[in-house]
């Protein structure tokens, strides 16, 4: 193979892996895990080896196996996740140069290949390389979404290394298709989701919820009916998030215009930010709302819906709230502090998570643009379990575990439950697995378990 080939060959590994190695370190945002943050360092080291004579053949066994960890990733299984397939296709396409450098070898310097070029060559050599910095860096405009026609969306670049989206939206499911359906056509529809993760966690197991995630939306799926429940699925979402800042919604949620451009902005302005976030609910007349719940006992809940003038201004400022309903939240991955494992059924999350972000020394804030509308008609019912049991223990465990008075508890249920059933299922929360507090650190983030 004659050393002009060679040469282009280095290149066009080169160039590509430059360029995304570059765009990873001045988008920190992009790196979202040590492996990320390790690879990105390779690729820069590759593409730095390759242009010289000496270390091109090494360089060249490196970028390979860079190149072969999206195609590995794809073929154990995460097909269905929309950046790994076209990273694996771009792994596969650029394994061929590198996999020929190592085996022909290295050819000349770069410097003094340059020196053997006619000017015309140059000019073909530069062309050819501005191609390739611009398809592998993903040239678009920003601009409105509400400005941008489906026909013309635009995609982010495909890192060579498939790099974990920004931000992570999951939904935990029961039964509940239309629902899914239509929270992530509206989603795909009207909001900006570049570099966002759909994940539906399915509690049920609905064969047309699944094929329509993973054929449709090419998002993730994860069935997890072991443990009914809506805390369970919840917390799953943040578990298999690939993002580093995850959107957690109930299946039959929409979101404001812009809402979910603006909490991706709002990630990367605050890259320390480890607090909940959440935001006003919009009832169904599009004018009334509520920004939080006041910590009121009160139909079998803790929590009445409140509104804070503070949340009428689409623009304001961030402010503290005591506790807000979970059909919309938000926090970093590594600040999700999870939900109480004995958790079943229906009730005790509101409050409980709040007091848990505080206890780990974080802020329960309300965005006032992060604006949602809630499904509350169910025409068919409710498909899941609904009791009072459940309620009553779930409410006991959450108070037990963050050390809370659970007198206000038994005082409300007593409104509800005959006595014994309530010393009944006090006993059974005293002897459940995990009602201890769970060892959190004092940044929010879990001990091992």
Not at 146 to 167: D, H, K, N, Q, Y
Request: glycine letters at 10%; a negative charge; aromatic letters at 8%.
């Amino acid at each position: 193979m004659t050393d002009d080939v060679l040469m282009v060959l280095r290149l066009v590994v080169a160039i590509p892996f430059a360029t995304t190695a570059v765009g990873g370190i001045i988008r920190p945002d992009r790196q979202s895990s040590t492996l990320v943050r390790v690879l990105i360092a390779l690729q820069l080291a590759s593409a730095v080896g390759l242009l010289g004579s000496s270390t091109a053949r090494a360089s060249a066994g490196l970028a390979l196996g860079c190149v072969l960890v999206p195609v590995a990733t794809w073929l154990l299984g995460r097909g269905d996740d929309a950046h790994t397939l076209p990273a694996a296709l771009r792994g596969m396409v650029l394994a061929m140069p590198a996999a020929l450098v190592v085996w022909y070898g290295a050819g000349p310097d770069l410097a003094s290949w340059f020196g053997t070029l006619t000017p015309g060559q140059v000019v073909v050599v530069a062309a050819g390389s501005a191609v390739l910095v611009a398809l592998s860096s993903g040239i678009r405009r920003d601009r409105p979404v509400a400005a941008t026609p489906p026909t013309e969306r635009t995609f982010p670049a495909v890192s060579l290394i498939g790099p974990e989206p920004e931000l992570t939206i999951g939904m935990a499911v029961f039964d509940d298709f239309d629902g899914v359906y239509f929270t992530i056509q509206a989603l795909r529809l009207y909001h900006d989701l570049e570099g966002v993760e759909l994940l539906v966690v399915d509690n049920y197991g609905c064969r047309l919820t699944e094929d329509f995630v993973r054929s449709s939306v090419r998002g993730r799926y994860v069935m997890a009916p072991d443990v009914v429940g809506t805390a369970a699925p919840k917390d799953l979402v943040f578990r298999n998030a690939n993002g580093p800042a995850v959107l957690c919604c109930d299946s039959h949620v929409l979101f404001a215009p812009g809402s979910i451009a603006r909490l991706k902005r709002f990630y990367r302005d605050h890259p320390d930010c480890g607090d909940l976030l959440q935001g006003p609910l919009v009832y169904d007349d599009g004018e009334l709302m509520s920004t939080h719940f006041d910590p009121i006992w009160r139909g079998q809940m803790w929590g009445v819906w409140a509104s804070d003038e503070r949340g009428l201004d689409r623009d304001g400022e961030p402010f503290e709230i005591p506790m807000q309903g979970l059909g919309v939240f938000s926090c970093r991955a590594e600040s999700w502090p999870g939900f109480h494992p004995g958790f079943r059924g229906f009730g005790g999350e509101e409050g409980y998570l709040h007091e848990k972000f505080r206890q780990a020394g974080r802020r329960c804030l309300c965005l006032p643009w992060l604006r949602w509308m809630h499904r509350f008609g169910r025409p068919h019912g409710v498909p899941y379990p609904l009791t009072v049991d459940d309620k009553l223990r779930n409410y006991l465990l959450g108070h037990a575990e963050l050390g809370l008075d659970p007198g206000p508890v038994l005082a409300h249920f007593a409104e509800y439950l005959p006595t014994e059933r309530i010393s009944t299922i006090a006993a059974q929360v005293r002897t459940t697995p995990g009602t201890a507090p769970h060892q959190v650190r004092a940044d929010g983030v879990p001990r091992p378990r």
